[in-house]
DNA sequence: ATAGGCCCTGTAGTCGGTACAGGTGCAAGA
DNA sequence: TCTTGCACCTGTACCGACTACAGGGCCTAT
């Protein structure tokens, strides 16, 4: 092993197959603000140590819970303690349930009005359809 | 009025108004294949008329509905009558429908989550905080 | 010696638009 | 007649959140 730091971290190959993250989302985070600029290896190799391992779960996570990068970035400097509260943490949290919320709602209206043209549809070998006679206006 | 062509159609500018489209979003929908190419006056501007701005509100509809591109490109093949059946828009609009209720499963689940860790928060004035814990993987 | 594998960098492509720079033509007001 | 302003033209860059790839470097094993 040529590399005297090798020991102290896991490469960028290794921390995107232990967390199911793409290798290159990894170093889009880091230009993005979201992750550290890591420690190199003598190689110029990114090495990661486990705090930068576990912000990066944090980052996964929020994304699964469908949280933008910007609002990351900022929940992330309260996260790290630059001057936010608790209460800061809630009220971000809040605002995406309720954006969450709107979503569902917009959508369960779509597949009402969907589901409503698609049933008059008598599913024919004509290219003549009620669907289309919908999105163009021709009926309600 | 210099143009003899001026009276068959409407341009642009006049036709995002009418449909409330982005003046810009027409020659996008143009230069991705949904819109045709126009005629045009003398001076270059582009002319359309009644049977385009019926396509235009069209795609905005089925937009609306939250069909992609691609998807309106196909349904637009298939109301032009090239080659496609009534079966087959009503198979295109089912697998939609099928998506957008995945969409609001998944939604419904991400709301739960997040309700479920934003109820445990206490708001108060310190940095630390349970959704952020959570978001750790700290707890639950 | 060389082949393979991992890593590096920078850049382009995706979708569905939006915005803007720089240019043309046309009509009305001073 | 001049000039001002508007609508339109073209091409290109930008957004978010990545993903993919070209063209290298370095290390290890055979």
Redesign the pocket.
């Known amino acids: 092993?040529?590399?005297h730091r090798a020991g102290r971290g896991?490469?960028?190959?290794?921390?995107?197959k232990r967390t199911g993250?793409?290798?290159?989302?990894?170093?889009?985070?880091e230009?993005?603000g979201l992750m550290p600029e890591?420690e190199?290896?003598?190689?110029?190799?990114?090495?990661y140590d486990p705090e930068q391992e576990r912000r990066l779960r944090f980052?996964l996570r929020a994304?699964d819970l469908g949280?933008?990068?910007?609002?990351?970035r900022e929940m992330l400097c309260l996260a790290d303690g630059q001057g936010g509260s608790c209460r800061d943490i809630h009220a971000m949290t809040s605002a995406h349930i309720t954006g969450i919320r709107r979503k569902i709602s917009d959508l369960r209206k779509l597949d009402a009005t969907l589901s409503r043209i698609s049933k008059r549809c008598a599913r024919g070998d004509t290219p003549e359809c009620p669907i289309i006679d919908a999105f163009y206006g021709r009926v309600s």
Chains 1, 2 share one sequence.
């Open positions: 092993m040529a590399d896991v490469k960028r190959g290794e921390l995107a993250c793409h290798l290159e989302t990894i170093r889009y985070y230009s993005a890591p190199r290896t003598d190689a110029g190799h990114r090495l980052i994304r949280f933008t990068i910007g609002e990351l």
